[in-house]
């Protein structure tokens, strides 16, 4: 490249005197802000075998992001170490360093932390004295927004959620359940939640995922949130101080924020984030 006397190439070095040649710094990208994740973990990120991440950024703010054999993630990926495995593909990096089978992409330099802590607190949840039960492959009419201690869905049943907020103490969706929001709401759990096989989550139409929350304060060696195989979430799921695991061959669309988080295989995934 050449530059006329005195002239500055934007964000490179300054050419000085006729005809000298500009060095051109690159200039990074700044990474997502948080409410462009779909998968984001304090610590590790793991995307297994064949998932996909079609759209919205995964991110690990202190720890390693691991893509297994053919992992797919159309959009960024963020933290300060990425494993890439065979096959696999992402959209940009920002990392310090990145491993994997030759040829590996460039990283795009962040300074540290990936996201403000403050951002990333555990919500507190008071849950209140009485419990929630439907039997298996039973319904209900609109529940209001309320307190309540455990809440049972059993298999096959549908549990339906006016909107507002809602609090437990602990969350168990049975077998081919499904906890539907019909219109905005906000569910904390104060310890974990388990989705079962095949069972369902979130807003009533899975294209506004942003219209459901869960937030679950449960930290310790538990999974705070375990959805089984084949299992629909569409939903945040906020778990800053628990593992979060996403069970294999399901679909799951919002954001999942954890301590950890761990994709299973052949998933696939899309941001759709209430952060």
């Known amino acids: 490249m050449r530059a006329a006397k005195g002239a500055v190439a934007l964000g490179s070095l300054v050419a000085v005197g006729l005809g000298a040649s500009v060095a051109v710094a690159q200039i990074s990208p700044p990474p997502p802000l948080i409410s462009a994740y779909a998968v984001l973990g304090l610590g590790d990120v793991t995307i297994r075998t064949g998932s996909r991440v079609l759209s919205g950024a995964v991110g690990s703010v202190g720890g390693t992001v691991r893509l297994g054999p053919q992992a797919r993630v159309t959009s960024a990926v963020a933290g300060p170490t990425v494993r890439l495995g065979l096959g696999s593909h992402t959209g940009p990096l920002f990392c310090h360093l990145v491993s994997g089978p030759p040829t590996l992409p460039s990283c795009n330099a962040f300074a540290d932390p990936l996201l403000a802590p403050a951002l990333l607190g555990v919500v507190a949840v008071v849950p209140g ?45 049975g077998p081919a359940a499904r906890v539907v929001c019909t219109t905005e709401c906000r569910i904390g759990v104060a310890g974990p939640v388990r989705i079962g096989h095949g069972a369902e989550i979130g807003a009533a139409v899975s294209t506004h995922a942003e219209m459901a929350r869960i937030d679950v304060a449960a930290t310790g060696a538990v999974p705070a949130f375990i959805a089984r195989a084949r299992s629909n979430v569409s939903a945040t799921v906020f778990a800053p101080g628990g593992r979060v695991i996403l069970g294999r061959l399901g679909m799951y669309r919002g954001a999942f924020v954890g301590a950890s988080v761990a994709v299973g295989a052949r998933v696939t995934v899309r941001g759709d984030s209430a952060l």
Do not use: E, I, K, W
């Not at 009419?141 to 909107?163: C, E």
């Open 129 to 173: 004295a009485t419990d929630l039960r439907l039997p298996a492959h039973t319904g209900t009419a609109p529940v209001p927004a309320g307190n309540f201690r455990d809440v049972r869905v059993g298999a096959g049943s549908v549990l339906t959620l006016y909107g507002g907020a809602y609090s437990a103490r602990s969350l168990r969706v």
